[in-house]
């Protein structure tokens, strides 16, 4: 059985500083490129960007590195599994054909039709003049529209009607960062529901699933304004029973990994299923062949047994032969902290005060995301995006968990700095009303022995 001791961990989010942490714990020696200034005091942090593959390759051989771990999609859509494995490393993530799975919604979109796996009805479009002509001749309804390619999560608009829609089909048209994204464009049936995240390590064959998750995607409070990359997640999401994992599990993981291998495109890492919940039962979203940034976060935290042993396990193909994962009880809740205009343009280099206190509140950890050290003074942590910081909290409740992280929260500060106020309150709501529902069962009168 391999485990692995020098670890490189390739990225530099939320996400990437969480499996650093973790798998620090799990007892690897860990690498990070090119990191963070939360990865710093971790891990190694070595000055190489995510999308340098041979860079990448020459400080795998150069450090001994025995296993490397993907954080981000880029790179993993770019092929960097396919050069180090081609060189002999071993390498967390998705080949480039597989990886497309998030890298083309096109792609997606077929493989959920052929695979009979349940998802919105959808027409496809080479040309934004295309779907535009296509929702003017159409009945005026609410629709989602998808830029094919990658677009750092912010590719994908939910419209409430067809004037919202045309404006994003303008926005694509206009939008730089949009340009290689739009070469394709999905409009979608708009699915109503519950949105939850339900995240899988498999190694082609065998699959492992994760605690079930919701992730905050619009930047504002009631989940108004814009998407972002993530603004909170919370774990576990009590919408998804085990009954109806066990039906995400057999409808929608098992044929996606099967449907991935009989197009000899196998699959093997991450395979996060981002789903509705709707009346007719879970439909897929959207696939990432990565972990959620920041679901990650609220992972990690829980995880009790070994990321690292789980990961090996994927790698090397046996992880029919490990145990199931164990995860700490209660909750978790992760609050994302951005700065001023994200996620638009927004200032970089303001000097984040607080780090200390909030990273000493029992059960708190704050993974960083957008900061580095101060070249005047290592002690002093600065920005360097939108966002910055995702205080993350455990408790044995998630209301508990919620005002941890919030605690947290509290005790950060930089010029401009803010975050949603309300992550976690679906999952409260629901457990509110399950607990009067129970409640009113428990307490109507038996129909036995009445007269």
């Known amino acids: 059985m ?24 799990d007892g690897a ?42 954080g981000p999609e880029a790179p993993l859509v ?55 002509s296509f929702l003017e001749s159409r009945e005026d309804e609410p629709v989602v529209v998808k830029a094919d390619g990658l677009a750092a999560g912010k590719g994908v608009f939910v419209c409430s009607n067809r004037e919202e829609a045309l404006d994003a089909i303008n926005q694509l048209q ?21 949105e939850v995240s339900v995240i899988a390590i498999t190694d082609g064959r065998t699959i492992v699933t994760l605690p079930p998750l919701q992730d905050h995607k619009a930047a504002f409070d009631g989940d108004r304004g814009p998407n972002t990359g993530g603004m909170g997640a919370f774990c576990p999401a009590p919408f998804v029973t085990q009954s109806l994992m066990t039906e995400i599990e057999e409808q ?32 897929v979203l959207e696939f990432n062949v990565r972990f959620g940034d920041p679901e990650c976060q609220a992972l990690c ?33 992760t609050v994302v902290m951005a700065s001023e205009g994200y996620p638009e343009t927004v200032e970089k280099g303001h000097a984040i005060r607080g780090l200390g206190p909030a990273s000493e509140l029992n059960n708190v950890v704050v993974f960083h995301a957008a900061t580095t050290t101060s070249s005047d003074n290592p002690e002093t942590v600065l920005t360097t995006g939108g966002r910055v910081l995702g205080v993350t909290a455990h408790a044995e409740s998630l209301a508990r968990a919620k005002l941890k992280a ?34 009113t069962e428990s307490s109507s009168p038996s129909s036995e022995g009445t007269a």
Request: charged share 25%; net charge positive.
């Open 174 to 194: 206009r939008d730089p960062q949009f340009r290689t994204a739009a070469s394709g464009v999905l409009i979608e049936e708009r699915l109503d529901g519950v």
């Open 2 to 25: 391999h485990r692995s001791k020098n670890v490189l961990v390739v990225g530099n989010g939320g996400r990437e500083h969480a499996l650093v942490w973790k798998l620090t714990r």
């Open 406 to 439: 919030y605690e947290g929260v509290k005790e950060i500060r930089w010029r401009g700095a803010w975050c949603r106020k309300d992550i976690a309150d679906k999952g409260l709501r629901h457990e509110q009303e399950q607990a009067a529902s129970e409640s």
């Open 78 to 132: 770019n092929g960097l599994v396919d050069k180090l494995t081609e060189a002999g490393v071993r390498t967390f993530g998705p080949s480039a054909l597989a990886a497309q799975l998030e890298g083309s919604k096109i792609f997606c979109k077929e493989l959920l039709h052929t695979n009979d796996i349940p998802t919105a009805t959808y027409r496809q479009f080479n040309s934004l003049d295309k779907a535009r």
């Open 29 to 70: 020696n860990v690498f990070a490129a090119p990191g963070n200034a939360g990865t710093a005091e971790e891990a190694t942090n070595l000055p190489i960007q995510a999308t340098d593959s041979d860079a990448l390759l020459d400080a795998v051989k150069q450090h001994e590195i025995d296993l490397v771990v993907v």
């Open 252 to 283: 929608i993981l098992v044929p996606t990994v099967h449907g991935m291998r009989r197009r000899r495109t196998p699959f093997h890492g991450i395979l996060y299923a981002g789903l509705m919940l709707t009346s007719q039962g879970p439909k």
């Open 301 to 333: 935290i829980r995880l009790e047994s070994s990321l690292l042993e789980l990961i090996d396990a994927a790698v090397d193909r046996r992880l029919n032969e490990i145990r199931s994962p164990t995860w700490k009880s209660g909750a978790s809740v």
